[in-house]
């Protein structure tokens, strides 16, 4: 599922796919983590939580976050990516709160969640106000049952927080390590040594595994032209895109795309 609000360009994203880790990242949409067989862990500052069959994890905008799968089972997963502006009385909580434990057991969970969720995922484009209320239900039955606290308490002034934070919100901007660490008010050497030591790998590998994640979100979730995406997600040619996507995921953009059709048509 992926709908798009006309006057802003925010996206609703529904992706059910297999269970993979994910490095720490954030964004300014609420996220629901939904595990539909085997498991998952879900990581949120220092902490790791285990999540089963039938736990939903919510995941508040502007807090770091990464996934991990421990277990060679069938895990399959349902991500849900909203924008907070649609969420009526819930939107304020959602800017300034976060949970203590973002996982919530699946015994604790009234039957109207999954009720909720399965009918999200069949409805049309045409019909965003009755996503938007059944994100809004799912929050009313959910949120009674996380203890929250300040997004400030959750690691949101540390450098390593405010790297992720700047990532993610500039990506598809051109800039250098420099020109980051100046903003940050650090030195590049200094910001050289986050990106080594706690994603292991260098600031130019970062970046582009951003851009790369994001084009391939909107390959798998939109029908919108390739060079388009090439150019949203911060590539400066195709022919970089190209090579970058290919490197990571073994085959070109085009490929990929094509193979995504043919597997969705096998399902049917």
Same mark, same amino acid.
């Given at each position: 599922m992926? #709908? *798009?609000?006309?006057d802003?360009?925010?996206?609703?994203?529904?992706?059910q796919?297999?269970?993979?880790?994910?490095?720490?990242?954030?964004? /300014?949409?609420?996220?629901?983590?939904?595990?539909?067989?085997?498991s998952?862990?879900?990581?949120?500052?220092?902490?790791l939580?285990?999540?089963?069959?039938?736990? %939903?994890g919510?995941?508040?905008?502007?807090v770091?976050?990464?996934y991990q +799968?421990?277990?060679?089972? &069938? &895990? !399959? +997963?349902?991500?849900?990516?909203?924008?907070?502006? *649609?969420?009526?009385?819930?939107?304020?909580?959602?800017? =300034?709160?976060?949970?203590?434990?973002?996982?919530? $057991?699946s015994?604790?969970?009234?039957?109207?969640i999954?009720?909720?969720? =399965?009918s999200?995922?069949?409805?049309?484009p045409?019909?965003l106000?009755?996503?938007q209320?059944y994100?809004q %239900?799912?929050?009313?039955?959910?949120i009674?049952?996380?203890? #929250?606290?300040e997004?400030? !308490?959750?690691?949101?002034?540390?450098?390593?927080? /405010?790297?992720?934070?700047?990532i @993610?919100a500039?990506? /598809?901007?051109?800039?250098?390590?420099?020109?980051?660490?100046k903003d940050?008010?650090?030195?590049?050497?200094?910001? @050289?040594?986050?990106?080594?030591k706690?994603?292991?790998?260098n600031?130019n590998q970062?970046?582009?595994?951003a851009?790369?994640?994001?084009?391939k979100?909107?390959?798998?979730?939109?029908?919108?032209p390739?060079?388009?995406?090439?150019?949203?997600?911060?590539?400066?040619? /195709? =022919?970089?895109f190209?090579?970058?996507?290919?490197?990571k995921?073994?085959?070109?953009? @085009?490929?990929? $795309?094509?193979?995504?059709?043919?597997?969705?048509?096998?399902? &049917?």
């Amino acid at each position: 599922m992926h #709908l *798009i609000y006309e006057d802003t360009k925010e996206e609703i994203i529904a992706v059910q796919r297999k269970a993979k880790h994910q490095p720490p990242h954030l964004h /300014q949409a609420m996220e629901l983590v939904y595990v539909i067989k085997g498991s998952l862990e879900l990581g949120v500052g220092l902490e790791l939580y285990h999540m089963e069959e039938g736990d %939903i994890g919510l995941v508040f905008p502007d807090v770091i976050h990464h996934y991990q +799968v421990f277990s060679e089972k &069938n &895990n !399959e +997963v349902l991500y849900i990516n909203a924008p907070i502006r *649609i969420m009526g009385m819930f939107e304020e909580l959602l800017k =300034r709160k976060a949970p203590v434990c973002p996982v919530i $057991r699946s015994g604790k969970l009234p039957s109207e969640i999954y009720q909720a969720i =399965r009918s999200m995922k069949g409805t049309a484009p045409k019909d965003l106000w009755i996503v938007q209320a059944y994100l809004q %239900i799912i929050l009313a039955r959910c949120i009674p049952l996380l203890t #929250l606290t300040e997004k400030s !308490e959750i690691g949101s002034n540390n450098l390593i927080y /405010q790297t992720v934070a700047y990532i @993610s919100a500039n990506f /598809q901007k051109s800039f250098l390590l420099e020109d980051m660490a100046k903003d940050l008010g650090v030195s590049k050497y200094v910001l @050289s040594r986050v990106f080594s030591k706690t994603f292991h790998r260098n600031f130019n590998q970062y970046l582009n595994d951003a851009r790369l994640d994001y084009a391939k979100q909107r390959l798998e979730n939109t029908s919108d032209p390739i060079t388009t995406i090439c150019m949203d997600s911060g590539f400066d040619s /195709q =022919r970089t895109f190209n090579r970058g996507f290919k490197e990571k995921y073994w085959l070109s953009p @085009s490929d990929y $795309r094509k193979k995504l059709y043919k597997d969705l048509e096998k399902g &049917n």
